[in-house]
């Protein structure tokens, strides 16, 4: 079993950054891809990012790439997101979650509570 914590949200201005952590408990964590997703007010659920088991294989969602980073450190059974240039769009509520395989879209058995991020002048 894995359980998850995020922190590092909270109120920024557009085209400022956050760095999102989510620490995992649990010796199965780096075994596990990752992912971060997004749910705003009214709208559907949004996968972000994901990375492999060892960080060498990552992949982003189309509105983000190029401005947000996703890393881990095993060691420290930690996956993070770096969130650059943000925008009043990228406001919502991010989790993390365990995903069946990098490829997937959709979080797995895991996730975390998540932690809000409001983009606002």
């Known amino acids: 079993q894995v359980q998850l914590v995020e922190s590092g949200g909270g109120l920024v201005q557009p085209g400022g950054s956050l760095r999102l952590s989510c620490a995992a408990s649990g010796s199965s964590f780096r075994t596990y891809a990752m992912g971060w997703f997004r749910q705003a007010p009214g709208k559907e659920r949004e996968f972000v990012a994901a990375?492999?088991?060892?960080?060498?294989?990552?992949s982003y969602a189309r509105s983000v790439k190029g401005r947000f980073t996703i890393s881990r450190d095993n060691g420290e059974n930690t996956v993070f997101l770096q969130m650059n240039s943000l925008k009043p769009d990228d406001t919502a509520v991010y989790f993390c979650?365990?995903?069946?395989?990098?490829?997937?879209?959709?979080?797995?058995?895991?996730r975390g509570q998540g932690t809000q991020v409001t983009v606002s002048s």
């Open positions: 990375i492999n088991s060892s960080g060498g294989t990552t």
């Open positions: 979650a365990t995903l069946p395989w990098v490829g997937s879209s959709d979080p797995g058995n895991y």
